[in-house]
């Protein structure tokens, strides 16, 4: 049987989320995947979706909202792929029980505000440019390590290189075959 991966979008959930196609054609084949609209946990629903107004519904709450339906939505230990907020999301559910295997988060700036990590291996992965990233000072109070990329901002998640580079770290933990260092 297949591991369970569930992977959480970022703020625009499937509306600007061509790319996570590109996720699910890498992983699909090896992972048993659910994938989750950071939106529709949030209960957000916007008549107009400019970066601003979803930003400050995720934040005014939707975030706990959406950490909350996750939380109760999986009860079963899987692994998480998720993205910029969903990563906040996904650590905060975490935080309030939910069972967790790995987390591989890339992108998430907001976990810097948190002052526990989930009890769970964790991967996290952002871009160079990215100015909202965590410090090296909350990684080592926290006690996680990151990964940056070189010459890439807040949303290298989209790109191909890094699609590759995160589904063969993912692969090679169900098939114990991938050569992690023939990437990027």
Wanted: hydrophobic share 35%; proline share 3%.
């Amino acid at each position: 049987m297949a591991e369970r991966l569930v992977i959480v979008s970022d703020m625009w959930g499937a509306k600007k989320g061509l790319w996570i196609t590109s996720y699910l054609g890498y992983l699909q084949q090896y992972y048993d995947i659910t994938f989750y609209d950071s939106q529709q946990l949030a209960n957000i629903d916007l008549k107009i979706n400019t970066e601003e107004n979803i930003h400050n519904e995720f934040v005014n709450g939707g975030i706990d909202t959406a950490a909350s339906h996750l939380s109760k939505r999986e009860s079963e230990p899987c692994h998480y792929l998720a993205f910029s907020t969903g990563g906040t999301i996904v650590w905060k559910a975490a935080q309030l029980g939910l069972p967790v295997k790995s987390l591989y988060l890339v992108s998430s700036t907001r976990i810097r505000k948190e002052n526990e990590r989930p009890d769970a291996p964790v991967t996290l992965v952002y871009g160079s440019n990215d100015v909202n990233r965590p410090s090296e000072n909350w990684a080592k109070k926290v006690g996680v390590d990151f990964d940056i990329v070189p010459n890439f901002g807040h949303t290298l998640y989209s790109d191909e290189k890094i699609i590759q580079k995160v589904c063969l770290e993912l692969l090679a933990n169900v098939t114990h075959k991938v050569d992690k260092k023939k990437v990027v």
